[in-house]
C-alpha cells in the first residue's frame, strides 16, 4: 500500500510561524489567557490578541454587536462598535507570558493601539516583546471609537502616519511586525506601500468597513442601538470576503509591494474561504466572524478540509500554492476580448423556475425563450444572442444546470490594450450587441 | 368512554394534524421559495393566489401584505390555508417537485399570512360604494361567502340566505376536524362578512320566498352545494346505527359527546376523502375497530392518496372490493353482508357467495345526491347529471338574473374551487348589471385573478426577434 504524502500545515508569515494558518483575528475571542489557551487546545495556530493599549484601560458601550441575516442565514454580515481591550495592560502581558509559556510553538501576536507618540509606541513596544509576544499587529484599521481619538483607522487612512508608526515599532522591536490595514480607504495599495517603507515585515487585511447595520421600520430607531443611537461600526463576516479578496490581491500584485507577506483577514468561515486568500497571496489567514457565531471547535474542519484539499491537489505545504492565483488577476484592459461564453441549459436538470428566463428578458440581453407549447416550462438559451453575461447560471438555483460553455471563435486573443493601440481596429464582434 | 373524559380526547385526538409555523419557521421556509417565473403553483390553484409573491412579502416580513394578496384572490383564504388539498394542487405543481425536494410549503405559509391579518383584525380591502342593487345570495357557504365578499367589494347590497343555524355550509360542519375546527370557519366568516353582508341564518328557501327573491333582487346567487348522503339502497340501511358521513361528521364537530367510544367496531362504506374523513374521526372518537369497505379496487378509489395513508396511519382496515348488500341486526346494526367484488372486462362482478362483517355502526360514504328542488324553484335547467347548467365564463344559468357555483355546478369539488366560482360569479354578475363595466382601481386586482393574472409573453423561438 502507498504511504500517504505527509502534509506539513504549518504557516510562515513574515517570520511569525504557527503549527498551522488558521489564527484567531484580534478580537472578542482573543481577550484573555483563557480563551486563547481553549482556542490553542482545539487545534488554532494562533491568536492576536485583542488590542492593547495605554492604561487606563478604554471603557466599552452596551450593546456592541449588530448583524445582517440574509434569508435563513445568520451573521451574513457582523457588525460591532467594541473598543480596544478594557482590561490593564499588566493583566494582559502576564497573560500573554503564561499563554507562551504554555503553547510555544503556537503564534502569540499583540495587536497594539496608541497615541502617535514615539515614546508610547517604543514602551508598549518592549514591554509585549519582554513578555514573549511571537510578533506585533499594528492596529491601524479599527475604524470606529478608536479612531475619533486619533488612533486605528485613522492613522491607516494616512499613508505618512503608518510609515512613522511603523518606523517608531521597528526601532525597538525584537520579533516581526504586522501593519493591519484598514479598507476604508480609496486605494489600499497607499498604506500598503508606506507600510512596507516603514520597515514592516508584512501587512495583515482586511480590517472592519464602516457600516450602520439598519434601521427598525417598526420604531425608526437604528436596529442595533445604544439607548436609541448608534456610531458607525466595522463591518465584517462573510458578505465582506469578495471586497478583502480585491485588496489582497491588489497588494500582491502592486509591483511596489509583491512579496510582502500578508495575513489574510475579512469572512473567512471556511476552509476554501481561507484557501482562496491563500492563493491569492497569503501566508495565513485571521477569522473572528465565524467564531463568533460557531466557537473555537470550527478550527477542526478548517484544518481537516485544508488538509484533505491539499492531499486532493497533491500539495505537501502551504508555500506549494501561496499565491498561486495572484498573477490571474489583471487590468480589465488585459482581458481578451476575442473570448466568447454562451449559456448552455441542461434541461435534464431544469426544473422549469423561469427566474433565468424573466433576469435574462427583464434585465439583461433577452436571449432565453420558453417554448411554452405542450406546457413545457423549460427555456431554452438563444444561442446567437447570448453575450455571455453569467447572469442566469447565476441565479439557476439547481447546481451545474446552466454552464457556461466556451464557444470557439477562430480568432486571435486581443486585449482592449492592443485593440487601443491598434487605433480601435480588429475586433472581431464576438457578440451581438443589442 | 367515560364522558368526563370528552374534554381531552377532543385536545388529545382533535388537534390540528398541521401546525401553524412559527415565526422563525416561515422566514426560513419562505427564503426557500424560488420566486418561479409565471409560477405553476398559481396556475393550479383554482383562485390563482399569486403565491411568490405572498411568500416573497413574508420573507420581507410584510405578513399583512401577504395576507392582502392572499384574500385579494381567495376571499376564503384562511381556511383554505387549512382544508385545500395542496398536494394535488399548488404544492404538487411546486417546482421542488421536479428537484425530487420537499415542496415550499405554500398552505402552511398561507395561513402563518391570514393568520396574521386575522389577528390584527383588519379587513385589507374595503366595501365598494353602494351602487343601489341588490343581489341575494342562497347557501352561506364556500361559494356563497366568496361571492358575497366581491359583491360587497362592487359595492352591492349583499343578503345571504341559509338554511342551518350557522353559515359556512362544509367549511363549517363537513371538513374532518384535525384539518380545521369549526370555530375558525366562523371566525373567517365573521370577519368577511364586516364587509357588510346581511346574513340570514334558518332560512329556508322555499317556492314564496324563490319567487320574492326574483322578483325583489337584481340577481340571485345559488350556492346551495349538494343534498344528501346518497343511499346504499340496500335492506336494512334506516336501522339503527346507520349514519351517513356528513351527519356523522357534523356531530363529531359539534362535539357531541355521543359519538365518543360509542363502537366497538365501525363499517364505513365508500372510497372518497369523505370516507376517509369518516374513518379518521371514527378511530379519533375512539371506535375500536374501523373498517372502511369500498365496493371497487384501491386504483378506483377516489380519496387523494395522501388521504388514504393517513386512513392506514390511524390503523384503519382498509377492505377493497367488497359490495354492501345488506345491513343486518334486529333492533340495531348488528354487521353488513357483502359480496366480494371483481372486475371483468372492465365490469364490476359480484360473487354469490355472502359474508358478514359484525360491526355495531355503519357510516355510509357513497357521495351526495344533487339537490335538485332548490334549481327548481328558480326554474334553472340542469345537465345531465343533476348539477345546475352555467355559463362558464360568468357563471350565469338559463334564467337571466340567475347565477350559481360550488359544488351545485361542480358535483362535488374543493372548498377553493367554490370560492373561486363565488368570485367569477361576482365578477359575471356585475358584467350582467352594469353592461360589461372595466374594474375600478379597487377592483382591478382580484378581477385579474380570475383567469390568471396575464404575465409578459414567453416567447417560443420563432417568435423571438
Known sequence: MKKRAKIDLTADCAGIKSPNPFWLASAPPSNSGAQVMRAFEYGWGGAVWKTLGQDPPVVNVSSRYGAMDLGGVKLAGFNNIELITDRPLATNLKEIYEVKKRFPKHAVVASLMVPCEKQAWHDITKKVCDAGSDGIELNFGCPHGMSERGMGAAVGQVPEYVKMVTEFVKEKSSVPVLVKLTPNVADVRFPARAAKAGGADGVSLINTINSIMGVDVETMIPKFAVQGKISHGGYCGPAVKPIALNMVSQIATDPETKGLPMSGIGGISTWSDAVEFMLLGCANVQLCTAVMHHGFRIVEDLNAGLEGWMRRKGFTKLDDFVGKTAPRIVDWKHLNLHHKSVASIDKSKCIGCDVCYVACNDTTHQCIAIDTRKGNRKPHVLSDDCVGCNLCSLVCPVDNCITMKEVDTGLKPLTWDEYAKAGMKGYGEVYRRH | ?465
Open chain 2, 1 to 465: 368512554m367515560a364522558r368526563r373524559d370528552a374534554r381531552s380526547v377532543w385536545r388529545d385526538n382533535f388537534a390540528e394534524l398541521k401546525k401553524p409555523l412559527v415565526r422563525d419557521e416561515a422566514r426560513v421556509e419562505a427564503s426557500r421559495c424560488l420566486y418561479c417565473y409565471d409560477a405553476p403553483c398559481v396556475k393550479a390553484c383554482p383562485t390563482h393566489i399569486d403565491v411568490p409573491r405572498f411568500i416573497r412579502q413574508i420573507a420581507a416580513n410584510d405578513p399583512l401584505g401577504s395576507g392582502a394578496t392572499i384574500l385579494e384572490a381567495n376571499a376564503l383564504g384562511h381556511s383554505c390555508a387549512r382544508v385545500c388539498p395542496v398536494e394535488v394542487l399548488c404544492e404538487g405543481s411546486c417546482v421542488y417537485v421536479e428537484w425530487h425536494e420537499k415542496p415550499i410549503q405554500i398552505a402552511r405559509l398561507q395561513r402563518w399570512a391570514t393568520d396574521a391579518t386575522h389577528a390584527a383584525d383588519e379587513l385589507p380591502f374595503e366595501a365598494g360604494e353602494d351602487n343601489g342593487k341588490r343581489v341575494a345570495i342562497v347557501g352561506a357557504g364556500p361559494a356563497g361567502a366568496s361571492c358575497a365578499a366581491y359583491l360587497r367589494r362592487l359595492g352591492y347590497a349583499v343578503t345571504i340566505f341559509e338554511k342551518r343555524k350557522l353559515p359556512g355550509g362544509l367549511n363549517t360542519f363537513g371538513v374532518a376536524e384535525y384539518k380545521m375546527d369549526q370555530r375558525t370557519s366562523l371566525e373567517e366568516l365573521r370577519f368577511l362578512f364586516r364587509l357588510g353582508c346581511g346574513v340570514k341564518t334558518g332560512a329556508a328557501v322555499d317556492a314564496k320566498t324563490a319567487a320574492k327573491l326574483l322578483a325583489d333582487f337584481d340577481a340571485v346567487f345559488l350556492g346551495v352545494g349538494l343534498a344528501k348522503t346518497r343511499r346504499l339502497g340496500v335492506p336494512g340501511e334506516d336501522l339503527d346505527g346507520v349514519v351517513d358521513a356528513l351527519t356523522f361528521i357534523e356531530s363529531v364537530k359539534a362535539r357531541d359527546p355521543k359519538t365518543l367510544g360509542a363502537s366497538a367496531v365501525t363499517v364505513v362504506i365508500g372510497g372518497g376523502n369523505t370516507a376517509i374523513d369518516a374513518v379518521t374521526q371514527s378511530k379519533r372518537t375512539g371506535a375500536e375497530q374501523v373498517i372502511l369497505a369500498y365496493r371497487r379496487g384501491r386504483e378506483d378509489m377516489s380519496a387523494y392518496d395522501f388521504e388514504v395513508e393517513l386512513a392506514k396511519s390511524d390503523g384503519v382496515a382498509l377492505r377493497t372490493n367488497l359490495a354492501p348488500k345488506r345491513i343486518v341486526g334486529r333492533k340495531k346494526v348488528e354487521g353488513v353482508e357483502f359480496a366480494a367484488t371483481h372486475v371483468v372486462k372492465g365490469k364490476l362482478v359480484e360473487n354469490a357467495k355472502r359474508f358478514t362483517v359484525p360491526c355495531d355502526r355503519v357510516i355510509t360514504a357513497i357521495g351526495q345526491e344533487k339537490d335538485r328542488s332548490v334549481a327548481e324553484l328558480f326554474g334553472v335547467a340542469l345537465n345531465g347529471d343533476g348539477t345546475i347548467r352555467v355559463d362558464a365564463k360568468s357563471l350565469r344559468t338559463s334564467v337571466a338574473k340567475v347565477f350559481a357555483g360550488g359544488d351545485a355546478i361542480n358535483g362535488g369539488k374543493e372548498v377553493v374551487n367554490a370560492a373561486a366560482d363565488g368570485k367569477r360569479a361576482a365578477w359575471g354578475i356585475h358584467q350582467a348589471l352594469q353592461d360589461g363595466a372595466e374594474p375600478d382601481a379597487d377592483n382591478a386586482y382580484w378581477v385579474s385573478t380570475i383567469e390568471g393574472r396575464v404575465v409578459a409573453p414567453i416567447v417560443p423561438r420563432e417568435e423571438h426577434s
